[in-house]
């Protein structure tokens, strides 16, 4: 049996690319001695391969080279949904996004092409506004280049987790998805609001 069920999995490429494109930062996971080596940083696509930086301080930035096996996870928008938005008896679930990936990753030992990378990725990261334009000579950036590591993953296999009430009426479909808008530009405010008093 297939899990998630059929109507929650998404193997359009375009939905998989988008939520790569959207929400950038992702969770990567190593394994060494049987034991996971996890790390949150942005990841951008260039070509079919994403692309990454980590500080060499990272104890899994030795794992990021050598065609080592990894595993990424990207996450778009997630809320509960309470029975209450339905048009139809429903029970309480929770919607989300996710993408999991797998891959192979090699280290790039070139400190022009880690250079060049870091202001793509930022130019990537500033738009549409580009408000900052890291520039190819500043010192601040050349100063750094000796404590990040560059690498990429050539990606193997892709997995779309879009659970988003597909299975409800069309119109608790439609409710969902409006709860899950509404609950994340909520939840955003109330969490930083309680958080940073």
Request: net charge negative.
């Amino acid at each position: 049996m297939n899990y998630p069920p059929k109507h929650h999995q998404d193997t359009d490429k375009t939905h998989l690319l988008e939520v790569i494109k959207t929400y950038p930062l992702a969770t990567l996971i190593s394994v060494e001695n049987n034991a996971p080596l996890i790390t949150h940083l942005p990841l951008v696509l260039e070509g079919e391969k994403l692309i990454g930086h980590i500080d060499i301080y990272n104890p899994q930035a030795k794992l990021l080279k050598d065609n080592n096996d990894v595993t990424i996870i990207f996450s778009g928008p997630q809320c509960y949904i309470s029975p209450s938005i339905y048009n139809t008896t429903q029970l309480p679930t929770w919607n989300y996004i996710k993408l999991h990936l797998k891959g192979t990753v090699k280290a790039i030992e070139s400190k022009a092409a880690l250079k060049q990378s870091l202001i793509t990725m930022t130019e990537f990261l500033e738009a549409p506004d580009h408000k900052y334009v890291l520039e190819v000579d500043n010192p601040r950036l050349d100063r750094n280049l000796n404590y990040i590591e560059m690498f990429e993953i050539e990606i193997t296999s892709w997995e779309g987790k879009f659970k988003l009430s597909q299975d409800k009426k069309p119109s608790d479909t439609e409710n969902a998805r409006q709860e899950l808008i509404r609950a994340n530009q909520e939840s955003v405010k109330l969490f930083l609001d309680n958080v940073f008093k």
